[in-house]
């Protein structure tokens, strides 16, 4: 059997190829004074779906995530504060359920803070892998996917924006390549937004891009965020780079930079 594990950073449906599980939110924050959070799990295949819950402790990487060492897990699992319910699931197609991770019975947040990934797996379904020549292969192939529980004691969250460049991609339109780099004792969750001010016309920016969903984590010194920005060329101007906080930093802004443009040669 094959499992296919998947780190969500969104509202996410497996291709047409695998079983089908959708899971909301993308990620939940407890803490001593929110001690449960609740994630919605819901089956729009057209098969029953078996599984499981459990964690998994994934390191942050400057682009994604890698399993946890041993080491590096002693300081990072949030999992020995927590429960998870249920444990086990059998969805009917089109069903949905809850499950609930609270902190534990007297247990009391560690300073700073902790991130473990609900996990979770579907039993293996026959599914039919097409090739070339049009003939199918059968294979087994059990879908997993995960979503960052985060656990904070005391502390704050901040960050900044670094390493900011205008780059190309392959078919040469314009990119922004930057980092998020963490400078608190929690880390930062929000979206990086570009804005762009041509020369000879004030306070009339126009929105280039918005990059959702990005995170910075402790366990990493920075993460990369590359937004395409479907231009060849700016002109003169003023490019703002924003960090704007999301879900329960909502209205708050992490950091801004701007650069000067200059007119094209």
Known sequence: MKMLIIAVFGFLTTSPAL????????????????????????????????????????????????????????????????????AQ???????????????????????????????IETSAARTLIRKASNKGLQADIGVGLSAPVILRGKGASSADITNTRLLRDKDGLLLISATIKPTGSHSTFGKLVASFEPDGAKDASEML?????????????????????????????????????????????????????????
């Open 19 to 86: 079983a089908d599980i959708e899971l909301s939110p993308l990620r939940q924050v407890l803490s001593a004074e929110t001690r449960e959070a609740t994630f919605s799990l819901s089956n729009p295949s057209g098969r029953i779906l078996d599984g499981r819950v459990t964690w998994v402790d994934l390191s942050a990487t400057q682009t994604g995530y890698e399993t946890a060492t041993a080491e590096v897990r002693s300081g990072l699992s949030a999992a020995p504060y927590l429960t998870v319910s249920p």
């Open 89 to 119: 699931f059998r969805l009917e197609p089109g069903a949905r359920i809850d499950i609930t991770i609270n902190l534990k019975v007297g247990a009391v947040p560690p300073r700073g803070e902790r991130r473990s990934h609900l996990l």
């Open 209 to 265: 891009g918005v990059r959702d969903n990005v995170a910075g984590y402790l366990d990493v010194e920075e993460r990369l965020i590359e937004m395409p920005l479907g231009f060849y060329s700016l002109g003169a101007g003023e490019l703002t780079l924003r960090y704007e906080g999301g879900d329960e930093f909502q209205g708050r802004l992490f950091d801004e930079r701007s650069f000067t443009i200059a007119p094209p040669k």
